[in-house]
């Protein structure tokens, strides 16, 4: 499986980004899928997931700024980010929990990540 990640850049605070996520592959069924993202000499932290069935979880930091959203035939998660702030700044990593098969268990994957810069 392979998650393809777009859409970070520099913005300013207050801006908005978007970004986007595609799996594919060997693909039964998605779980979970999400963001998380990750500061120099920090853990990689979770900003929002969304199962299958629409139940969104969001780190406090994002509550009310962020907004997920998936497409289960097209096998995307989405991102999107008002109101950003200098902290907000991170490389923020695509992630999903995949099932290849009927009877199989799921496996986590991570996209290769991309940079999203919030500076005035």
């Known amino acids: 499986v392979q998650l393809q990640a777009s859409g970070g850049g520099l913005v300013q605070p207050g801006g908005s980004l978007r970004l986007s996520c595609a799996a594919s592959?060997?693909?039964?069924?998605?779980?979970?899928m999400g963001w998380y993202r990750q500061t120099l000499g920090k853990q990689r932290e979770l900003v929002a997931v969304i199962h299958s069935g629409g139940t969104t979880n969001y780190a406090d930091s994002a509550k009310g700024r962020f907004t997920v959203s998936r497409d289960n035939a097209k096998n995307t998660v989405d991102l999107q980010m008002n109101n950003l702030k200098l902290e907000d700044t991170a490389v923020y990593y695509c992630y999903a929990s995949v099932i290849h098969s009927f009877f199989g268990r799921s496996y986590e994957y991570w996209g290769q990540g991309t940079e999203v810069t919030v500076s005035s």
């Open positions: 592959g060997s693909i039964f069924s998605i779980p979970r």
